[in-house]
């Protein structure tokens, strides 16, 4: 599994020429995987009304099973370690692991395997799979994007770079502590770059 930690490479991206989007077609189909310097996965939520939180995940995996000819038979799938939640306050942190929250020593591991990919508009795709939280399965709808798809200019593999959001009711996987006061909806998101091996 990817550890993620903020960091950057020390490139600066003003020195590269710049690249036009390329199409989907513009990479093969196979196995894609995370390039884990740029992956994301956060959910933000309302708290009291004054403020929307972005919490995250330091440590998840993203694997691709890209179809470039029929892109609506390709697979995602997420695997979270629930246990790295990073509200970057340590006390929170515990409470976020905890009976009340996600439980992380009961259940330590979050799945999204997708089901259906459904190409709406030109680079926007409608992503439904299972979302598994605390042995809860339930259907959830990403709305993604392919920001961009193509020859990486310094790693030199083919990569595509990927946009995802939704918005679910967290108490519909038994997370409903402090609903009202703060909000039962949750939006997700997520932002990866995905790399296929040499």
């Known amino acids: 599994m990817n550890t993620v930690t903020p960091r950057a490479l020390a490139v600066s991206l003003l020195s590269l020429p710049a690249l036009a989007l390329a199409e989907i077609g513009d990479v093969p189909s196979g196995e894609y995987s995370l390039d884990n310097s740029h992956g994301y996965v956060l959910f933000s939520y309302s708290h009291l009304g004054f403020s929307n939180p972005q919490v995250g995940f330091d440590s998840f995996d993203v694997t691709l099973d890209l179809d470039t000819e029929n892109p609506a038979?390709?697979?995602?799938?997420?695997?979270?370690?629930?246990?790295?939640?990073?509200?970057?306050?340590?006390?929170?942190?515990?409470?976020?692991?905890?009976?009340?929250?996600?439980?992380?020593?009961?259940?330590?591991?979050?799945?999204?395997?997708?089901?259906?990919?459904?190409?709406?508009?030109?680079?926007?795709?409608?992503?439904?799979?299972?979302?598994?939280?605390k042995d809860i399965t339930r259907p959830v709808t990403l709305e993604a994007v392919i920001n961009k798809a193509g020859q990486h200019p310094m790693l030199n593999v083919p990569t595509v770079g990927i946009s995802a959001q939704a918005t679910v009711k967290r108490s519909d996987w038994g997370l409903d502590y402090a609903v009202p006061a703060v909000s039962d909806e949750v939006t997700i998101t997520i932002e990866v770059e995905m790399l296929q091996p040499e």
């Open 73 to 133: 038979d390709s697979e995602v799938q997420v695997s979270i370690d629930a246990t790295s939640v990073n509200s970057r306050v340590a006390e929170f942190n515990e409470h976020l692991n905890g009976e009340r929250f996600f439980d992380t020593a009961r259940y330590p591991t979050i799945e999204f395997v997708s089901t259906d990919i459904v190409p709406t508009s030109g680079d926007q795709y409608e992503v439904t799979g299972n979302l598994t939280i």
